[in-house]
C-alpha cells in the first residue's frame, strides 16, 4: 500500500498513540467538555512575515520587497490590511469559514529580549521568569477531575506543578536544525581550514534532508498525536505541544517558508485528527516574542518585542483580525525598532480559559494568573 504524506500522519500517530497511550478517566462527550491546545513555538516567530500587515503604509518600505522576494508564494489575503504567508493555505482556509483568529501585537509581560526568559514568562503565567509551575498545569488543577497532556520529552515548565498531567513523547530522532548549520557557518567563516567545510553545507537542505527522514515531521505528528489523544472518549482536556527552531537572525526565507509549512502541516493534521472535538477545541498558537520590524543585514531579523498569536478550532469567533494594532512608522514602533505589545498575553489565555474551559475569573486570576486581577479577559474570543 502506498502511503502519501497525509495517511503517513494519520496512520503514523494513530499506532504510535496505541502503542503508549497514557490512561485518562475523564470522560468527554458532553457540549461543555470542551478542549484546550496550547502550541509554543520556540525561538521567537517572526509575526510580521506570518501575517503580513500589507495595509500598513510603512510595511512596504520596511518588508515589501523582501516579503514578495523571487521564490516567495503569493501572500494570501485575509482582508484589506492583512495576508497570512503563503505557505499557510490550511489557515487561510481556516480564516476563510471563521476557525482561524489571527490576534495581533501581542506579548508576555516580559518585555527584554532574552528567549529563555521570555519563554519561562509565557509559560510561568507571571509578570515575571521565576516560578516552578505553570499556568497551563493550574488550569488544569482549577478543572474538576481535570487531566492534561505534554506531548514533550520532557515535563515543560507551563505543565508543571500539582495537577494532574501526563507527558507523552514520540520515539523519533531530532533532525539537524538548519539554524544551528547557519549559525556554525558563521562561527568558523574566519577559519581557513575549516570555513570550506561549513561553506559547502546546504542548511536549507540539511533541514529538509533531516525533515524528510525524521525531523521535519515533528511538529506535525505532534499535533496529529495530540488530535488522537485528546479526541478520544476518555481523552484530556489540556494539551501541550512545542516546536524549536523559529529564531531567524539570517537566512530568514529559506526558515520561514519551511517552518511555516510544517506549522500549517501540524494545524491540518490535527483539524484532520480532531475532527470528533473540532467544534469543541480552541487552538493557540504562542510565540515567546516578536521580531524586529526592519531586516538586518544576513537576511533575518533580531530579538524584538510584539508578536502574533493565532487562535483556531470550531469553537473560536474567528475569520477577523483581533487585537488593536499599533502601526510601523518609525514614532511607533518600540524603542524604534520593533511592534509595540498592545495585548498582554495572559489577557488572550485568560479570556479562552473563562468562556471556554468554564475558569471562573477569580480563579483566574488569584491561581492560574497570580497578579493579574487588574488585567482583563479578551472577550468575544470563542462562539457564544
Not at 192 to 215: C, Q, R, V, Y
Not at 339 to 368: E, Y
Amino acid at each position: 500500500m502506498k502511503l502519501d504524506r497525509r495517511s503517513f500522519l494519520g496512520l503514523g500517530a494513530g499506532a504510535l498513540a496505541m502503542a503508549a497511550i497514557p490512561k485518562f478517566a475523564l470522560a468527554a462527550s458532553s457540549a461543555s467538555d470542551t478542549r484546550f491546545l496550547l502550541v509554543l513555538l520556540r525561538g521567537g516567530l517572526d509575526g510580521l512575515h506570518a501575517l503580513q500587515p500589507l495595509g500598513d503604509p510603512a510595511f512596504a518600505a520596511l518588508r515589501g520587497e523582501f516579503a514578495s522576494a523571487r521564490g516567495q508564494a503569493a501572500a494570501l489575503r485575509l482582508n484589506a490590511d492583512f495576508a497570512l504567508h503563503g505557505s499557510m493555505t490550511c489557515s487561510a482556509g481556516l480564516f476563510a469559514s471563521g476557525q482561524l483568529l489571527p490576534v495581533v501585537a501581542v506579548a508576555p509581560p516580559y518585555r527584554h529580549r532574552s528567549h529563555f526568559e521570555a519563554q519561562d514568562c509565557v509559560e510561568n503565567g507571571t509578570t515575571g521568569t521565576s516560578g516552578t509551575t505553570g499556568w497551563l498545569n493550574r488550569c488544569v488543577a482549577a478543572i474538576p477531575g481535570g487531566k492534561g497532556l505534554a506531548l514533550s520529552a520532557v515535563m515543560p515548565l507551563a505543565m508543571r506543578g500539582t495537577g494532574d498531567v501526563s507527558t507523552w513523547s514520540p520515539p523519533l530522532a531530532n533532525g539537524v536544525d538548519p539554524i544551528l548549520w547557519q549559525q556554525l557557518q558563521l562561527l568558523y567563516a574566519a577559519d581557513a581550514a575549516l570555513a570550506p567545510t561549513f561553506d559547502s553545507i546546504d542548511a536549507g537542505m540539511e533541514g529538509t534532508s533531516a525533515g524528510n527522514d525524521k525531523g521535519d515531521l515533528r511538529l506535525p505528528q505532534a499535533m496529529a498525536a495530540a488530535a488522537t489523544f485528546m479526541s478520544a472518549a476518555n481523552g484530556p482536556r489540556i494539551g501541550f505541544v512545542e516546536d524549536t527552531g523559529w529564531d531567524t537572525h539570517g537566512g530568514e526565507l529559506a526558515v520561514l517558508d519551511r517552518k511555516l509549512a510544517e506549522l500549517d502541516a501540524g494545524l491540518q493534521a490535527f483539524h484532520e485528527g480532531a475532527q470528533p472535538v473540532w467544534g469543541r477545541t480552541v487552538v493557540a498558537i504562542v510565540t515567546e516574542f516578536g521580531r524586529t520590524a526592519a531586516i538586518n543585514g544576513t537576511g533575518g531579523t533580531d530579538h524584538g518585542t510584539g508578536g502574533v498569536a493565532f487562535l483556531a478550532g470550531g469553537a473560536v469567533n474567528g475569520g477577523r483580525i483581533a487585537g488593536d494594532w499599533p502601526g510601523l512608522g518609525n514614532a511607533q514602533l518600540n524603542e524604534g525598532r520593533d511592534l509595540l505589545a498592545t495585548t498582554d498575553m495572559r489577557a488572550l489565555f485568560k479570556g479562552v480559559l473563562r468562556d471556554h474551559l468554564g475558569i471562573a475569573r477569580d480563579a483566574l486570576a488569584q491561581h492560574v494568573f497570580p497578579e493579574s486581577a487588574a488585567l482583563s479577559p479578551l472577550a468575544g474570543l470563542v462562539r457564544g
